[in-house]
């Protein structure tokens, strides 16, 4: 081969693989053959999520359209398949749970995600938000402390061809120095407090999106905390509140605070 013809190939075999691998996320699964029924179940539930009677609904087309690609019956135990298109957190096993579908759906779409925006996300669990961020933004990291947890959701997002998601074991209190800043962080974990090395790990004007426990006379009841946003500005953080969600306690080093 000519040396021009060489560089040619060359480049068109670097263009392929740049096709396959990350930019919006793997597309493997879409390949692989579902069970009948899960792409019609999955199209209803997001339809449910959008509509426009409801006083909190999704809006953000990138955002359903990513709700719309990831297989959600592929993170959850195999016996509970049939019911991943229901609106509703389900078990994963060592006492943790994936999310409500609205509930990834709604975090992901108020950190607004940019495609070529990083994104730190504390608590893997199954994957499944993981996953919607992949397809959102450039660089997704995820620290889970659960060893078994965090090694099957590494390997399940890797066989679904999310090369831009990076899981990690440990606890997530300290973040990812290694990786920071971050334009956005998400907290999949209830925490009473905002771990501080986290808003450190932020950029400025980036957004964390975290449920928060209350507390004093203003807490509801044990377990229900609030869905706050944060905003880091260079007066301090700007919060905004929105509903009340119920999620699994953050646990390691921030107990011990
Ligand atoms: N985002 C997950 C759901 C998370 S459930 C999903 O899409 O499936 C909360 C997860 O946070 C659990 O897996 C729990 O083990 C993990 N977790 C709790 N405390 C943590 C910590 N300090 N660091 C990292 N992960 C933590």
Known sequence: MRPLSRFLAAAFALFLAGCDGRGGGGTEHLRAPEPAGMAQAREAMVHMME????????KDPRVLAALR???????????????????RPLPIGDGQTI????????????????P?????????????????????????YSIEIIEKLGLRAEALLQSLGYR??????GDGYRGWPEHAPFDAVIVTAAADQ??????EQLKMGGRMVIPLERSGAAAPEPGVQELVLLRKTPEGLKR???????????TGEILGR
Do not use: C
Not at 103 to 110: F, R
Not at 194 to 199: H, K, S, T, W
């Open 240 to 250: 905004e509140t929105f509903f009340e969600v119920r999620f699994v306690p953050m």
């Open 116 to 140: 070529w925006e990083s994104v730190l996300e504390i608590g893997t669990g199954s994957g499944y938000q993981a996953a919607i961020l992949g397809e959102l933004a450039k660089e997704v």
């Open 194 to 199: 905002v771990p501080e090395l986290l808003v």
């Open 51 to 58: 509509r426009e009677d409801l006083r909190y609904r999704l």
């Open 69 to 87: 690609k990831v297989p959600r019956h592929r993170f959850v135990p195999e016996a509970l398949a049939s019911e991943a298109y229901e609106n």
């Open 99 to 114: 999310s409500q579908p609205f509930i990834v759906g709604y975090m992901t779409e108020v950190l607004d995600l940019k």
């Open 164 to 169: 831009n998601v990076h899981v990690r074991l």
